[in-house]
């Protein structure tokens, strides 16, 4: 019997609360670890990465790659790639792209839109649905892939 995966749903009841869940992120990457995003236009995907990438320090601004489809960041002990998959139409369009290699490496990715990538796509560590509460705020669900991620929402949680 295959293990259900460890899941946990939060509410984000405004701007800063997606701002923390990326900070609270951060204390748990690792090299080559993934976390891939979901949810509609304006869930709220880029805060949480600008949220993430301040806590690693990062202090200039947070560019969405929705043309650029790839923003790489360096930090002294671990490089990032922020993907966003939102302008693909079809799933070769990834592997024509050459962006797969950055998968193989040692760099941390994180992917908004990977349902646009297609099945080339390698499975991340960690996924999180954000969607829109009728209050205005979010909800997150937050779903871990693979034992790494399972000890990455831990330590989100902390
Ligand atoms: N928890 C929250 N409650 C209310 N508003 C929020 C919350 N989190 C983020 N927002 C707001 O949502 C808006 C859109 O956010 P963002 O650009 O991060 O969305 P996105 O998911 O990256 O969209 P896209 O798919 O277009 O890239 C921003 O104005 C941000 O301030
Ligand atoms: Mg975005």
Same mark, same amino acid.
């Given at each position: 019997?295959?293990?259900?995966?460890?899941?946990?749903?939060?509410?984000?009841? /405004? =701007?800063?609360?997606? $701002?923390?869940?990326?900070?609270? &992120?951060?204390?748990?990457?690792? @090299? !080559?670890?993934?976390?891939?995003?979901?949810?509609?236009?304006?869930?709220?995907?880029?805060?949480?990465?600008?949220?993430?990438?301040?806590?690693?320090?990062?202090?200039?601004?947070?560019?969405?790659?929705?043309?650029?489809?790839?923003?790489?960041?360096?930090?002294?002990?671990?490089?990032?790639?922020?993907?966003?998959?939102?302008?693909? /139409? =079809?799933?070769?369009? $990834?592997?024509?792209?050459?962006? &797969?290699?950055?998968?193989?490496? @040692? !760099?941390?990715?994180?992917?908004?839109?990977?349902?646009?990538?297609?099945?080339?796509?390698?499975?991340?560590?960690?996924?999180?649905?954000?969607?829109?509460?009728?209050?205005?705020?979010?909800?997150?669900?937050?779903?871990?892939?693979?034992?790494?991620?399972?000890?990455?929402?831990?330590?989100?949680?902390?």
């Amino acid at each position: 019997m295959t293990k259900a995966p460890a899941t946990l749903t939060l509410t984000l009841a /405004d =701007e800063s609360d997606t $701002l923390d869940l990326g900070r609270r &992120l951060a204390q748990g990457l690792s @090299p !080559s670890c993934r976390l891939y995003l979901h949810g509609d236009l304006g869930a709220g995907k880029t805060t949480l990465v600008r949220g993430l990438l301040r806590a690693l320090g990062f202090e200039g601004r947070v560019k969405s790659p929705t043309f650029s489809l790839v923003e790489p960041y360096e930090f002294s002990s671990l490089s990032l790639y922020h993907f966003d998959f939102y302008r693909f /139409d =079809e799933p070769t369009e $990834l592997r024509d792209s050459g962006l &797969l290699e950055h998968f193989d490496g @040692p !760099s941390i990715c994180i992917v908004e839109w990977p349902s646009k990538a297609g099945p080339q796509l390698p499975p991340p560590d960690l996924e999180i649905d954000l969607s829109p509460r009728d209050d205005g705020g979010r909800s997150a669900v937050l779903v871990a892939r693979s034992n790494r991620g399972e000890h990455w929402l831990e330590q989100t949680l902390r």
